[in-house]
């Protein structure tokens, strides 16, 4: 009772495409699409625009003074990508 068979969505989908129109629905499903597109595009050029436009972070040393007595401290030499 708790699941629908495929009758009851091919219902639902006669009474949407009847309510709204095969025309109003494919607007709709070309602007979403668009939407999405441009979405990806703007996450996808928003991270090719802040790594190109940055400038190389300078590697830093780690000296013996700055060195924490902490037993949990693990020493590993930082390198850069190249």
């Known amino acids: 009772m708790g699941s ?27 602007d979403l699409g668009g939407a999405v597109k441009g979405f ?14 940055a400038p190389p972070a300078a590697a830093q040393q780690v ?3 700055a060195k924490t007595a902490d037993a949990n401290t693990v020493d590993v030499e930082a390198k850069t990508k190249s």
């Open 4 to 30: 629908f068979s495929i009758w009851h969505w091919l219902i639902v989908l006669l009474v949407v495409v009847l309510i709204f129109g095969t025309k109003k629905l494919k607007n709709i499903g070309s």
């Open 40 to 53: 990806k595009d703007g996450v996808k050029g928003g991270q090719d625009s802040s790594d190109a436009n």
């Open 63 to 65: 000296t013996g003074a």
